[in-house]
């Protein structure tokens, strides 16, 4: 029986030295001094070994639980110390690394640029008039006179919703018809910046959505000598005051007469590159008179009011201005483009 007891004792000790986590060592407590751990049975048996025996049994009993409780502590210490040492190790702070950056936002291109075109417009009296993204048929084409069989419809592709004559706007003209309704009769000063859908292949030149900035003057006496200074000041505030510029006929059905206006290319200085094509020249907006049915549309007398209306494309004066040879990028998200803003 004693034997017995012996080897128990020596088994559970061998055990507990090699119990490796803190979570095995009370495993190990449990199987061994727990309620029913087979050392806590042992002294339930001291009832069964015969009278001789019983004391030399009981104290030994005694002995060997009073040793592995002791053993038992010691080992749980060693075990937490240890805990502690590979805690240290590992989830040590090294002082010397270098911080993490923070890296700090910035605003789009687009952004900055519409930015920029918006405070040179404020210089000039022009105030920003937000217009709607998704617009009528009525006003994206007819009321700017471009009736439903005019062929110029064939110079935008547009995107249709589901609800017919509902469509997301090609241009930010439609955007006139509504400053016009809402100052008239009184004299208007206005820019209209804002993103237009097209149903168009994309390449590095054209995407499916961009953003325009269209403006509009109207008022009594507004000639075309308005327009040519007014664009003209402006190209030389964005562009530098160096650059020259020209008008050149062109056909819009809002406007009567229409003109394009370049600047000189901003990569050779006029004496001609792949850029400008070889012409020396860069197209950077549309504008013209405004039609006298698109004034009467807006509310206003053609024979009392006249006014001057131009749009422009700011990812484009962008990309001239700083050089960027692919429209995609502006939406493709990708931050090395971005970062360079
Ligand atoms: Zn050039």
Redesign the pocket.
């Known amino acids: 029986m004693l034997e017995e007891l012996d080897e128990i004792y020596e088994h559970s000790l061998r055990d507990l030295t090699i119990t490796p986590t803190i979570s095995e060592l009370e495993k190990w407590y449990k199987r061994n001094l727990g309620r029913k751990g087979q050392v806590t049975e042992l002294t339930r048996q001291v009832g069964q070994v015969s009278q001789e025996d019983r004391p030399t049994f009981g104290r030994r009993v005694n002995e060997i639980k009073q040793n592995l409780e002791n053993a038992y502590e010691k080992r749980l210490a060693d075990l937490k110390a240890a805990e502690l040492d590979s805690l240290l190790v590992f989830d040590s702070i090294d002082v010397t690394l270098p911080g993490r950056r923070q890296l700090r936002g910035r605003l789009h291109p687009s952004t900055q640029i519409l930015r920029e075109i918006y405070r040179i417009w404020g210089d000039m009296g022009f105030q920003v008039y937000r217009s709607r993204d998704v617009e009528t048929d009525e006003f994206n084409f007819e009321l700017l006179n471009i009736p439903e069989d005019h062929p110029a419809r064939d110079m935008w592709d547009t995107f249709h919703t589901t609800t017919p004559g509902v469509i997301l706007r090609t241009h930010t003209s439609p955007g006139q018809i509504h400053a016009m309704r809402e100052y008239c009769p009184e004299p208007i000063r206005v820019i209209l910046p804002g993103m237009c859908y097209r149903y168009e292949q994309i390449t590095a030149r054209s995407e499916i959505q961009f953003n325009q900035v269209e403006g509009l003057a109207v008022g009594r006496y507004i000639t075309m000598a308005d327009l040519k200074g007014t664009l003209t000041d402006f190209a030389k505030r964005i562009f530098g005051k160096e650059r020259a510029t020209r008008f050149r006929a062109n056909y819009f059905p809002f406007t009567e007469p229409s003109a394009e206006m370049d600047v000189e290319?901003?990569?050779?200085?006029?004496?001609?590159?792949?850029?400008?094509q070889?012409?020396?020249w860069?197209e950077i907006l549309g504008c013209g008179m405004v039609h006298p049915t698109v004034l009467r549309n807006g509310g206003y007398d053609p024979d009392v009011y006249s006014g001057f209306a131009f749009g422009m494309g700011p990812e484009r004066i962008a990309m001239l201005k700083y050089g960027i040879d692919d429209i995609r990028y502006f939406w493709a998200n990708d931050l090395r483009f971005l970062e360079q803003f």
């Open positions: 290319c901003i990569l050779c200085n006029g004496s001609g590159c792949q850029v400008c070889y012409t020396g860069l």
